[in-house]
């Protein structure tokens, strides 16, 4: 199969990371021939009442900027929440890459997708990759502990975390040439640290000092190091790095 032939989605693109990963996709020349996808919630094609004019008719659209960005990179909007859209997204993609921020939503849709993925829905998907996070293996030992107690940032992020590793390593692992089911597909998971960086997008926090720190963390130079295993303190990790 050739790289024109490939179709890549990328899952939680309402947010940085996945917006990196996008447009690095396509600024990259050993994949500008593939077609990729941005999969977002619905939300992101809502608009909403002016919350500046409560008399205003007109809806406004908070997240016109990113999917303009998106377009703009040559990368394919998909709403995630529409099952007909979704399924022919899916019976076209050769490789997704899940990389929602919040491990909760990631652990959601990577069972979701696999579900999927086990009725068939995914007949050409032959490569996986997931954005995971450090210390998922160390889970139950401090510092790692106290982070991940259900109380902490949505509850349980590592535990997630790991759970959507599972649910990739445990499918993959399956016998899916049987019942007319998906062929096989490889995976690699990245486990990355608290992340940093604005990527592609244009973001200004009400923190100002904050804003500074991933602008900061932007820079070209920056490198990232990569070794198998989960070995890592809980350093920060650059979108555009992890991307």
């Known amino acids: 199969m050739h790289a024109k032939d490939d179709v890549v989605v990328v899952t939680g693109a309402l947010e940085r990371l996945a917006q990196s990963c996008c447009v690095l996709l396509r600024e990259n020349g050993k994949s500008a021939d593939v077609a990729v996808v941005s999969a977002m919630p ?20 908070p997240n016109e900027n990113t999917l ?17 859209a979704t399924k022919d997204a899916l019976a076209r993609a050769t490789c ?24 068939g829905e995914a007949p050409r998907l032959r490569r996986v990759v997931l954005l995971s996070r450090i210390g998922v293996e160390r889970r139950d030992v401090d ?25 990739i390593r445990t499918r993959a692992a399956k016998d899916v040439n049987a019942g007319g089911k998906a062929d096989g597909f490889t995976f690699t998971i990245v486990r990355t640290g608290e992340l940093r960086g604005n990527g592609p997008t244009s973001v200004v926090y009400g923190d100002y ?8 963390f932007d820079v070209r130079m920056q490198d990232i190091d990569v070794e198998k295993g989960d070995t890592f303190g809980n350093d920060f990790t650059k979108r555009l790095s992890a991307a």
């Open 209 to 216: 000092a904050l804003t500074l720190v991933d602008n900061a």
């Open 143 to 167: 510092p790692w502990k106290y982070m991940n107690r259900k109380t902490f940032r949505g509850g349980a992020p590592l535990d997630d975390a790991w759970a959507a590793e599972e649910a």
């Open 42 to 61: 619905k939300e992101a094609f809502e608009g909403v009442k002016n919350p500046r004019d409560v008399r205003a008719t007109e809806l406004v659209y």
């Open 68 to 84: 303009g960005m998106l377009r703009d990179a040559g990368v394919g909007l998909l709403n995630c929440d529409d099952d007909v």
């Open 96 to 119: 997704v890459i899940f990389a929602e921020e919040t491990p909760k939503r990631l652990r959601l849709r990577v069972e979701e997708t696999m579900a999927r993925v086990d009725k």
